[in-house]
């Protein structure tokens, strides 16, 4: 029998510590669905994923009872809608992404991902009409969830498509600003975007996947940031220990719940995320297991290197604890998603500017964070390429959700509700990117691209 | 499949009687039992097997956890499984 104190330590990091599962995402390819009537399409989208995810949710729901863990998202991501409807208008598009909603409906799931795009090297037509068809398909849908492909370490950086995601971001803000632009809270700009995230707002299935996949995102910033409460003198080794030995037991349970739905639901397990996704609770917090390791304030000098420490640590503890790994795998950093984040952006301490120096040592990117409506699209574009730039240099994956919240100014505060949260607006610089992002064009793939 | 049901909560006369008398009449199988009191605080972890014959898990749960509810005890009604995972390589 399993030794008492565990299974105490077991119980106590699920009822006092919000230790959970983050997500469990079926991963559903749409290439059979293909076809060259809009009508045609769009009912084979929907029979095929209220075929597969029909028992998602239930499925969810009975793991979750028996094994006690709550299981707080069931989710469904789709090949990118582009690769489906590839030469299909903007109107088409937006009938796909309303299929895709009812879809989710029917399922009972909060969130579809893969009203998708990879434009990292060129964009086609059908592309093109995908990305113009974001906003008004972010507007009149709940469910689904955008994603954009601008980079790759391989093929460098699409200047054009980043220009072109800056006025697109603005204008989703501006379709849903009745609810504080919560259509910039569903669409993420990637650079080097994982094929098997099973994390919203940026899962899609990619390409090289399967028919249909279990993909499952683990949490608990609670879980370590309590353990690291229990040595309050630790050095910082023993606190990279502590933080492997959490993560290893987090992610165990994560194993255990994707094998199980797996079985269940017949479909083949793919990868297990290692990530540390905080949630606007108290004692849920990133910023607060960095500021457990001795800062003030997230934010403030040192916060780089304790996050650093601690995206390493998860992957180490994690990785034995998984038979494949995959997706985003580290600490996410959403500021609206985090109640010590929140804190810390609305004392100044956490700055965009600290935020995306942050970005290189974890997963996944500026996240959830809203900015002055009236910021430039440009200057959007140019926090992207700054960002993209991170993940492109560095062989990782980073990513842009930025909210250019409609009618707010610096010091206001957007609510989302929900995991979603609330963000105070923070400033950006004001002085001008225009001329840089009017350049368009492609930044060459960087030397280390050449491995070969 | 095997049930780690653990009980927490303020101790008084019969607490260990409830629970095995439940776990009889859904058969489900008493296999170890640990147990403490702290001052008045009661702890017991429970391990329990399900057979062919026994109640449904969800059954089991839910008489488990109303028993908890009206004595002010808290019960969790768990698959071993999860525990093996966490803490055995």
């Known amino acids: 029998m399993v030794e008492i104190n565990d299974i105490l330590e077991t119980i106590s990091m699920i009822d006092n510590q919000h230790l959970d599962i983050r997500t469990v995402t079926m991963g559903i390819s749409l290439f059979d669905c293909v076809s060259e009537d809009t009508g045609r399409l769009c009912d084979n989208i929907y029979d095929k994923i209220t075929r597969l995810a029909g028992n998602l949710v239930k499925t969810g729901e009975d793991i979750s009872r028996q094994y006690g863990i709550p299981i707080i998202h069931k989710r469904v991501s789709v090949t990118p809608i582009s690769l489906v409807a590839r030469n299909m208008d903007p109107d088409s598009m937006v009938k796909i992404a309303k299929t895709l909603d009812r879809a989710a409906n029917t399922c009972g799931i909060n969130f579809i991902g893969g009203y998708s795009a990879l434009v990292h090297k060129g964009m086609t037509s059908g592309e093109l009409n995908l990305i113009e068809s974001i906003p008004q398909a972010l507007a009149e849908t709940q469910n689904v969830c955008s994603s954009v492909n601008v980079a790759t370490t391989k093929s460098g950086i699409n200047l054009d498509s980043i220009a072109l995601m800056g006025n697109i971001i603005k204008k989703t803000a501006y379709l849903t600003r009745e609810e504080g632009s919560i259509g910039c809270a569903k669409l993420v700009v990637f650079a080097n975007v994982p094929e098997d995230n099973p994390f919203m707002a940026g899962a899609f299935h990619g390409v090289g996947e399967g028919d249909c996949a279990i993909n499952v995102g683990v949490s608990g910033p609670g879980v370590v940031s309590h353990a690291l409460k229990k040595a309050p003198n630790a050095n910082i080794t023993e606190i990279a220990d502590i933080i492997k030995k959490t993560a290893f037991k987090i992610t165990r349970m994560g194993q255990l719940v994707a094998a199980q739905a797996s079985q269940r639901l017949n479909v083949p397990f793919g990868i297990v995320d290692l990530s540390l996704a905080p949630t606007p609770a108290i004692g849920d917090s990133v910023a607060h297991i960095l500021e457990e390791m001795g800062l003030e304030k997230c934010g403030t000098h040192g916060t780089t290197a304790c996050l650093a420490l601690l995206n390493d640590a998860v992957k180490k503890g994690g990785a034995m604890a998984s038979s494949h790994v995959g997706g985003l795998s580290g600490a996410f950093i959403p500021v609206s998603e985090d109640a010590g984040m929140i804190d810390a952006a609305k004392c100044s301490t956490l700055t965009i500017d600290k935020l995306e120096a942050m970005t290189a040592v974890c997963s996944v990117g500026l996240d959830m964070i809203a900015i002055p409506g009236d910021t430039p699209a440009s200057t959007i574009s140019a926090i992207i390429a700054d960002e993209i730039s991170i993940g492109v240099i560095n062989n990782k994956t980073t990513a842009v959700r930025l909210i250019p919240a409609y009618g707010k100014k610096v010091g206001d505060e957007v609510s989302f509700g929900g995991l979603l949260g609330s963000a105070p607006v923070m400033p950006v610089h004001n002085e001008s990117s225009e001329k840089f992002i009017s350049r368009g064009g492609r930044i060459p793939a960087p030397q280390n691209a050449l491995r070969n | ?89």
Do not use: Y
């Open chain 2, 1 to 89: 499949m095997r049930l780690v049901i653990t009980v927490v909560g303020k101790d008084r006369i019969g607490i260990v009687s409830d629970i095995a008398s439940i776990c009889k009449d859904l058969n489900v199988n008493i296999m170890d039992i640990t147990q403490k009191v702290f001052d008045d605080m009661f702890a017991m972890v429970m391990l329990a097997q399900m057979t062919d014959t026994s109640a449904p898990f969800e059954e089991i749960e839910d008489k488990l956890d109303k028993c908890g509810q009206k004595a002010g005890l808290k019960i969790h009604t768990m698959h071993e499984d999860i525990f093996n995972s966490m803490h055995k390589i």
